[in-house]
């Protein structure tokens, strides 16, 4: 018997979207955290956050720690990193 695994897509629009650099590289995010509700969302699920008709992160939930969830996009970020 195999086991059936869904992921969903979160997306999000970047003039409203409220995250944490972890990693950048040249300005760009790479890898983010933000705030999410762990009891609808789980590692797997793809994030997308777009800027205008730009695709501005697009990558994967790894893990999800104490309400915050982590997601990385190591080669087409355009997501400007924060300063921490």
């Known amino acids: 018997m195999s086991e059936v695994s869904f ?7 970047a003039k409203d979207f409220e995250y944490e650099s972890v990693q950048q590289e040249n300005g760009n995010a790479t ?5 999410i509700d ?6 797997g699920d793809v994030v997308v956050v777009v800027d205008g008709e730009d695709v501005a992160f697009h990558g994967m939930i790894g893990k999800i ?8 996009d190591p080669k087409g970020s355009l997501l400007a990193a924060t300063v921490q």
Not at 31 to 35: L, N, V
């Open 7 to 13: 992921c969903q897509t979160l997306s999000f629009d």
């Open 31 to 35: 890898i983010i955290r933000f705030k």
């Open 38 to 43: 762990q009891t609808q969302y789980s590692p």
């Open 65 to 72: 720690e104490e309400e915050w969830a982590y997601a990385s």
